[in-house]
């Protein structure tokens, strides 16, 4: 009996031994993204829990003035995630069968997933190798009769050229839904994303710039657009003085909570602070990043991208799982955005095929996101770069 329970003090000793070694590992994990809610934003959260009143209310209604405000006045309505921003932005123009959309392959699959969902047909056009974004050069051949929308993506926080963008699209007349989710706090021709343009989809997702946890925003046109946006997020109910209510289209459970929204509005007071910080570490990246490794760093863009994230492209020889698995093992995070969407099997059911998009397959093969937050130290950059300097190394 005696030598089963030192036997049994031994394995709890060297349980807490491992506990306290698994602590210390996770206390110096360095993440590839990690939001930064400061004290009074925390304690406005739990003012609202106080309040009785978590739901879609006055919290809300105060974070769509001030993202209205920051996007010149435009008419903003919040929601529960940028894919419903998609979404309902895709209903407002009417898209549908027999509807052709065109944007990138390299994105969150989201973005293709909402135009099948609407009944109409994703149209791929392959990325530039620089910006990583739709090729904009190529975009005008893929227009077609059924093209009725131009769909492009911000990877990463680069913003699409708006005014080449838009100088096309008003040539053959088509609408503009622009998934923005990366971009928030970006610019574009000295414009801020949102203040021009025409739909508008952010995300404020737990690792993006400015965040709710999880929500999003439509930047709308028009007051009736607004309006139609609101009946689209909440079933398409429409309520009257006399407690009657009606429902004029198929909407969704799409708002925002004042939870969301309460923490958005402490986010959104530090918006310039956050991209000044990530411009910051992006520059330390490209004075630290070993040029002689082969990697592919992203576009070095210091006034209109607000850096969401710092991507390298891995060359053609190096595994990407190996590498991935050697920085966790140096307690470093590394993060995939994105593989190329029409690799995916529901985009090969569709009939796409390897070797339709080179461009993007390349990149979207070996793509990694290296940490990038506002809360980071310069020591941390260079930890990073170290550290894949290190596991590159081994794995060659």
Request: aromatic content about 6%; proline content about 5%; charged content about 20%.
């Amino acid at each position: 009996m005696k030598q089963h329970a030192v036997a049994q003090q031994d394995a709890v000793s060297k349980q807490d031994a491992l506990s306290k070694q698994d602590a210390v590992v996770k206390q110096d994990y360095l993440p590839f993204a990690r939001p930064s809610i400061d004290e009074a934003t925390i304690a406005g959260v739990a003012e609202v829990l106080r309040s009785g009143w978590i739901t879609s209310g006055p919290q809300v209604r105060e974070f769509e003035s001030q993202l209205s405000f920051w996007c010149g006045d435009r008419p903003v309505r919040a929601l529960n995630s940028g894919t419903a921003a998609l979404e309902i932005g895709l209903a407002l123009a009417g898209i549908g069968p027999g509807d052709e959309v065109i944007t990138s392959p390299l994105t969150w699959v989201g973005t293709a997933n909402v135009i099948v969902r609407a009944g109409a047909r994703p149209v791929f056009v392959d990325v530039d190798a620089l910006t990583r974004n739709i090729d904009l050069s190529q975009l005008e051949a893929a227009i077609g009769p059924a093209t009725r929308m131009l769909l492009p993506v911000d990877l990463a926080g680069l913003p699409v050229d708006r005014a080449a963008l838009y100088e096309i699209a008003h040539r053959h007349g088509v609408r503009v839904l622009e998934d923005a989710a990366q971009s928030f706090g970006a610019s574009s021709g000295g414009v801020r994303i949102g203040a021009g343009g025409d739909l508008v989809a952010f995300s404020f997702h737990a690792n993006k710039n400015l965040t709710t946890a999880e929500g999003g925003c439509l930047v709308l046109n028009d007051a009736e657009e607004a309006r139609r946006c609101e009946l689209w997020r909440l079933q398409g109910v429409e309520r009257f003085a006399d407690g009657g209510m009606d429902a004029t289209l198929p909407g969704g459970k799409y708002n925002m909570t004042d939870l969301a929204a309460r923490l958005g509005l402490g986010q959104l007071a530090h918006l310039a602070e956050f991209t000044a910080r990530r411009r910051a570490l992006a520059r330390r990246y490209f004075e630290r990043f070993d040029r002689s490794l082969g990697c592919e760093l992203p576009c070095a863009d210091f006034t209109q991208s607000n850096w969401h994230m710092f991507q390298i492209v891995l060359p053609a020889d190096v595994d990407r799982g190996a590498f991935i698995r050697g920085m966790h093992a140096a307690g470093v995070g590394i993060g995939v955005h994105y593989p190329a969407v029409h690799l995916m099997t529901l985009y090969r059911n569709l009939g796409h095929e390897p070797g339709e998009f080179p461009v993007a397959e390349r990149i979207g093969a070996g793509i990694v996101t290296l940490p990038l937050f506002p809360a980071m130290r310069d020591e941390d950059v260079d930890r990073a770069c170290d550290s894949a300097a290190a596991v590159l190394g081994a794995i060659r």
